[in-house]
Structure formats: C-alpha cells, structure tokens
C-alpha cells in the first residue's frame, strides 16, 4: 500500500518510519523548502515517547542532544531573590521517563531514521485529495495513494482539504506563546523564569547549542487580530503583552528584531469528533492539538503515530477497521493530555497574585524537600501526574505483509 504524509516534523517522520516497517510505502510531503535547522524550542518527551524512540534504536542520539536544562529559577514578579529548583523533580512528577529536546534535532534524528527507506519531498504541498486517493499538489504532477495521513501541525492542510475550516474545531484557551532565539548570556543548564499575574517569560540554553531560547506566555480574555504568517504584527503583540514587566524581560524583548527564530501562535486546542474520513486521518496537532507549550503535545504526537502505524499493520491495510481503532486507543489519552493542558496553563500563567504567590511557595516547599518527598508534593498539586505512565505502548508485529495498492 502507498501512504503519503504531509508533515516532515516529528510525528510525520515517526509514522513513515513504523509504516515502513510494517511494510508500506511511504511518501512525505513538507510545505518547507528544506528540513528546518535553527533548533525550535524545547519540547518534552515522556515515558510512552521515549520507549519508543528507543524502539526505533535512536534514544542514545536523543539524549546526546537532549539540553541538559537540569534546574530552574523561579522569580514572582517583584521578588528580589528567585526560588532554585531542581527540575529533575518536576518532571519526575509527570513520568518515571523523560527527556528534553530542541524540537528541530528530534525531527532530525526521526527523519534520519526513515532515510533509506521514506520518499520526502520539499518545498510543496497538498491543494486536492480526491475520495479515489488522487491527490493534487502546489507543484508535483497529482498521483493516487491509498491512504493520506495530515501530520502538518495544528494549521494542518490536509485537515482543511478533509474537514473544512479550522475555526469551529480549534478551541482558544485564552492564552498566547511566542518563542525566540538569542545569544545565550551565560546560561548554563539553567532555565530562569518571570511569572506574574498573566504573563511568564522564561530564558534557558540547551548544552550542545550556542545560543538561547526565551519562550512568552500570556492570556488574552479574546482572541488577538494577526495573520498566521505576518510575524511584524506578532512581534508587537508580544511587545505589548510584556511591557513593563521586568528589566531582564525587556531585555529579551529588544532582541525581537534581530532574532534569527521566532514563532507565535495562540495556544489552542483541537476538539474533533473524529480524525477519519474516508482514505484520510490526522496525527498529532493535526488531529488533536492538547495546545502548544502546555499539553505535551509532542509525546501524544509520537504515541499517536506509534498507534495509527500499529493498527494499520494489524488490520492488514483496511484502514477503516485500523482508523476505528486507532481513534479508540488514542481518545483517552488526548482527553487527558487537554484536560492536564489546561490545568498546566493556569499554573504556568497564574490568573491572580494569589497564584503567582502560590506558585512560589510550592516552588520552595519542593526545593526545600528531598526529590521523593518533592515529587510527592508536585503529584499533590497538580491533576497531571503520571498522566504520560498510564498511556500503554502496545506491542505491534513487527512485519506483516501490507496489501497491494488497488
């Protein structure tokens, strides 16, 4: 069977890379002209994540690259001193496995993976999917595939082209994130981090990298007004958002103009009654966006990917039976990465001083307590714990033999 898939980020190059060892035939279209190289931002991956980059044999070039961030410094805004914390403790909290990554070097190591055996193709994209598989493109000449999997983020085209507009399935919760890069002032495994009332800025470096990344968050009680793509008005959005707020965040501010990376985006999430239609699914942010920044949005993608492959391999290539199970296996697991989601937001965005202050004195508390007892109190305040150890690795076939295309 012939699969093609638009997205080469994580969870596009993770799917081909089990697809292909089930035995299908895998092609990926990526709208970027070339893989992107600049390092993103820092995404999590926890324990169903990281067993099964260990699966596909590449969990040793994940952790040589993984940032090596190993503690954080917490300032409430207008403290003079910050709260040192160990943030082994934290995500201990979340997963008896983790790893922390640049988002590009996953999706290079992941890519690398599929290399010998996936068909990439750069610089275009999806305009038509046909109900017979025929799929149309901005460039390449059309051709007929039996299944077309939408892995292209939370703007995903595919999921337009399938199931119309973004609007009525995205679902705002009230907050913004924006990332840059910056040279790094010194910052060794260290993340340093503002909070106040709507509004948190942190810094952090990864050990392998020469420079650093500030992330933004910030509510917004309405939706902003910009273009997706028009990175001037996003810049003074930020700009807005955080002025005034802290001489170092100022400082990170002035580097908006001559940063070589930045994203923004809103944080939102995908409320789909179903990911399937016909030949096409979604994966990832495609399909069920927990949020950016907040949902651990790259391990479901990774799990999600890992599952659809799976299923499909079992179901011999009917992708209806296999789309139908997939969708029940995944659907708690993004129930719960969304719900964690929003918890994860009040928390890292306070609404009210008390949640700023409460926030710092958790911090304390867990610094000042040995990591079991830290740990213990982190699963006490948070709806999120061990979210990422209920989620279950099957055990899949390793080959079968996938049908002939039709």
């Given at each position: 069977m012939r699969v093609l898939i638009s997205g080469a980020s994580i969870a596009g190059p993770v799917l081909a890379y089990w697809l292909t060892r089930h035995g299908f035939t895998v092609t990926v279209v990526e709208r970027a002209p070339a893989p992107r190289s600049t390092g993103g931002h820092a995404v999590d991956l926890f324990r169903p994540a990281v067993d099964i980059v260990e699966r596909m044999g590449v969990l040793a070039q994940v952790e040589q690259r993984a940032t090596g961030?190993?503690?954080?410094t917490l300032y409430p805004q207008g403290a003079r001193r910050g709260v040192?914390?160990?943030?082994?403790?934290?995500?201990?909290?979340?997963?008896?496995?983790?790893?922390?990554?640049?988002?590009d070097d996953l999706s290079e190591i992941v890519r690398d993976a599929t290399r010998d055996d996936v068909e990439y193709h750069y610089g275009d994209s999806i305009t038509a999917i046909g109900a017979d598989g025929e799929v149309r493109f901005e460039h390449a000449a059309p051709r007929r595939y039996d299944l077309i999997v939408g892995a292209d983020g939370l703007h995903s085209t595919v999921r337009r082209l399938t199931f119309g507009d973004e609007a009525p399935l995205r679902s705002f919760i009230g907050a913004y994130f924006g990332v840059l890069s910056l040279p790094n002032p010194g910052l060794d495994r260290e993340l340093r981090i503002h909070v106040?009332?709507?509004?948190?800025?942190?810094?952090?470096?990864?050990?392998?990298l020469g420079d650093a990344r500030v992330l933004f968050l910030f509510r917004s009680d309405r939706e902003l007004d910009y273009r997706h793509r028009d990175t001037d008005r996003q810049r003074q959005l930020l700009r807005d958002a955080f002025a005034g707020f802290d001489?170092?965040?100022d400082?990170?501010?002035?580097?908006?103009?001559?940063t070589p990376s930045f994203y923004f985006d809103s944080i939102s999430q995908l409320k789909m009654d179903t990911w399937s239609r016909g030949r096409v699914t979604l994966v990832g942010d495609a399909g069920y966006s927990p949020g950016p920044a907040v949902g651990g949005s790259t391990t479901l993608a990774v799990?999600?990917?890992?599952?659809?492959?799976?299923?499909?391999?079992?179901?011999?290539g009917d992708h209806r039976r296999a789309f139908g199970a997939y969708e029940r296996i995944m659907a708690p697991y993004?129930?719960?990465?969304?719900?964690?989601?929003?918890?994860?937001?009040?928390?890292?965005?306070?609404?009210s001083r008390l949640g700023v202050t409460g926030l710092a004195q958790v911090s304390r508390l867990v610094a000042a307590l040995p990591t079991r007892a830290g740990r213990a109190v982190l699963r006490l305040a948070t709806n999120s714990a061990r979210l990422y150890d209920s989620m279950t690795v099957a055990d899949y076939p390793s080959s079968p033999v996938a049908p002939e295309s039709a």
């Open positions: 961030t190993n503690r954080m040192q914390v160990d943030l082994a403790k934290i995500f201990g909290a979340a997963s008896a496995r983790h790893v922390e990554i640049m988002r106040g009332v709507g509004r948190t800025a942190g810094m952090y470096g990864a050990a392998h001489p170092e965040v400082g990170w501010l002035d580097e908006l103009d001559r799990l999600g990917a890992y599952v659809l492959a799976g299923e499909l391999a079992a179901a011999g993004v129930r719960g990465s969304q719900a964690s989601a929003l918890s994860a937001a009040k928390t890292l965005i306070p609404t």
